[in-house]
């Protein structure tokens, strides 16, 4: 009977030291994980190999950055939003108080032109009939996007001059687009 629990305390006592190696084993492998996705200019180092608690406050000290960082992003993003918000207000009151619509806006800035086209809802013309006046008229259109704000339709177009020794003749893709929209 003695040798039976004798067999089974030490069978135990290896099983114990078995899980404890696995268990360190893991530890070491999740820590070695959590070391290689801290970048390298931030961890501070000679050539000597830290050591794993030194690891771990390496991370913890990179986290709390990160963490600051989004902060700080997060009020940039707020303070641009409620910009944008206040921008998009007073379109709208231009808009709505002492602009005709439709509305044609053609800035060039060397070899870049931004086309800004307002329109009401009821106004039905197509985002590709604008793009294609710029191009037929020399230009390529790097960028374009659209927006409804209210009842109002708002139209942006980035391009930019293909052979600049001719250039584009902005007069005449300002007419064009005042016969398109209107």
Known sequence: MKKKVSDQSSSSKLDRKIIERNRRHHMKTLCFKLASLIPSQQIRTSKDIISQGDQLDQAATYIKQLRDRIEKLKEIKEAATESVKTSNSNIMDTVNFGL????????????????????????????????SILEDEGAEVVSASFSTLGDKLFHTIHAQVRISRLGVETSRVCQRLHELIY
């Not at 800035?109 to 009939?129: A, R, T």
């Open 100 to 131: 005709r619509l439709p509305v044609v806006d053609l800035r060039e800035c060397g070899p870049s032109i931004e086309v800004v086209l307002i329109s009401g809802l009821q106004k039905n013309f197509m985002l590709y009939e604008a793009i």
